[in-house]
């Protein structure tokens, strides 16, 4: 009898902490995403009849010297209800000439605050350094049952159109209850460990996931640039490249994403 207790107990105690250790949520700690551009891809849609004539060989010889995909890292480092995504600079990153695409580039700072719904965004453009104040972009999110494990998290799909026609592909987990993400994307149920956007060529995916208490001194907005907030940005690029056809469009979709 008094070792049938004893059993008893201890499978008690280890059912309890099983579900202890399953019902953990981390408020605090890093991510690290790779971003994949599809390069192949986006070059190929910036050629057109009017400019294959001096494009199509400069693209012959990129594909012969580059891989089909660049892969950038960053990180994000979120705390009390805060995040902060900031690029890893690779120092041995050639340029690419040509083919220099913004939406094949990682250049952007984001800090979010979800306590008072604000954003602060660094972003470079060409030579200048702008400093983006504004409201957290609202993103009409739709949850799907669709699930995958991601970065040793359980995650769950919801699909999007941002900036009227981005499509947009995200997995979330809610074991993570800080409701960020990679660059700009946030607002579902707990942290976005995958955005996918098919029809830009590009996706950003965590690759590793600390639970670690991060000091709120190193969750803080950046502070360089200049001021603007999403209105007067937009229409500064537009003043800045609006005029520079299918080209110009690229780059303005892709400094406002």
Not at 67 to 90: C, H, R
Not at 93 to 108: I, R
Not at 159 to 166: K, L, Q, R, T, Y
Request: contains cysteine.
């Amino acid at each position: 009898m008094k070792n049938l207790i004893i059993i008893i107990y201890c499978f008690f105690t280890f059912t309890v902490a099983c579900l202890a250790q399953e019902a953990h949520f981390a408020s605090s700690g890093v991510i690290e995403y790779e971003k994949k551009a599809n390069m192949y891809a986006l070059i190929r849609k910036e050629i057109n009849k009017d400019n294959e004539g001096w494009l199509a060989k400069p693209f012959e010889d990129y594909q012969k010297s580059n891989p089909q995909f660049k892969v950038m890292k960053s990180t994000l480092k979120f705390g009390a209800n805060k995040s902060l995504f900031a690029p890893v600079v690779d120092e041995d990153e050639k340029p690419n000439g040509w083919f220099d695409l913004q939406m094949a580039n990682q250049s952007n700072t984001i800090f979010s605050d979800f306590n008072t719904g604000m954003n602060t965004a660094q972003k470079r453009v060409f030579e200048e350094t702008f400093l983006l104040k504004d409201t957290i972009r609202k993103i009409n999110w739709k949850i799907t049952d669709e699930t995958r494990d991601i970065a040793g998290y359980p995650c769950r799909r919801a699909n999007a159109i941002v900036m009227d026609s981005i499509y947009v592909v995200a997995f979330y987990t809610d074991k993570i209850i800080v409701p960020g993400g990679p660059e700009s994307f946030t607002g579902l149920p707990g942290m976005i460990l995958e955005v996918a956007l098919p029809h830009e060529n590009v996706a950003w995916i965590a690759t590793k996931v600390t639970d670690t208490n991060i000091p709120e001194s190193e969750i803080v907005p950046p502070k360089k640039g200049k001021p603007v907030n999403n209105l007067s940005f937009k229409q500064t690029l537009n003043k800045a490249i609006g005029d520079w056809g299918t080209w110009g469009h690229s780059f303005l979709k892709a400094f406002i994403l």
